[in-house]
């Protein structure tokens, strides 16, 4: 991770990073006050649906009810973006902040997935999942900023691909 941040810094000029600071920082405001309870319910009610063996009906009703709070989240994301675009003399566009949603969206899937092998006692998949993570969100912001240029977008990208290819 520290490598990761180093190899951004040194990609990124300073406004750049800072506007992929303050980004990155709406994703995570909105996965722990839209998704994070839930997600954390995960860890609660496991056992019990374990022992019932329920765990599909449990994953089916977490997924539908995160649906709902990343769609919640999503609107508040481009209604954020949009007033940052209309008043702000920073160069984001509207597409970046569609680019936070998918972020959003893919990060939730990741720590939904990774919540249920917490839960499930699997931790050496965990570890591994996180560790991969660890690794190919920098290393695919770094490809998509050598394709696309340097830019708080392209990082944003990369990471939602890093995420997409971990949690498949």
């Known amino acids: 991770t520290v490598l990761g941040l180093k190899i951004l810094t040194t990609l990124l000029s300073p406004d750049a990073y800072s506007e992929l600071a303050l980004l990155l920082g709406l994703a995570e405001l909105c996965l722990g006050f839209f998704c994070g ?7 609660r009610f496991y056992p019990q649906a374990a022992k019932e063996s329920e765990i599909p009906a449990l994953r089916r009703l977490a997924s539908r009810y995160l649906t709902r709070s990343v769609a919640a989240a999503a609107v508040f994301v481009l209604l954020v973006g949009s007033i940052w675009v209309a008043r702000s003399n920073s160069l984001t566009t509207y597409a970046t902040f569609v680019l936070v949603t998918a972020y959003f969206a893919v990060d ?3 720590v939904f997935e990774t919540n249920m ?4 006692r699997r931790q050496v998949e965990c570890s591994v999942r996180s560790r991969a993570d660890a690794w190919a969100r920098p290393a695919a912001a770094v490809l998509v900023i050598v394709l696309l240029g340097p ?4 990082v944003l990208a990369g990471y939602a691909v890093g995420s997409v290819l971990v949690t498949v």
């Open 37 to 43: 309870p839930l997600l954390q319910s995960l860890l």
């Open 108 to 110: 939730v899937v990741r």
């Open 117 to 120: 092998l917490n839960a499930s």
């Open 151 to 154: 830019s708080p977008a392209s």
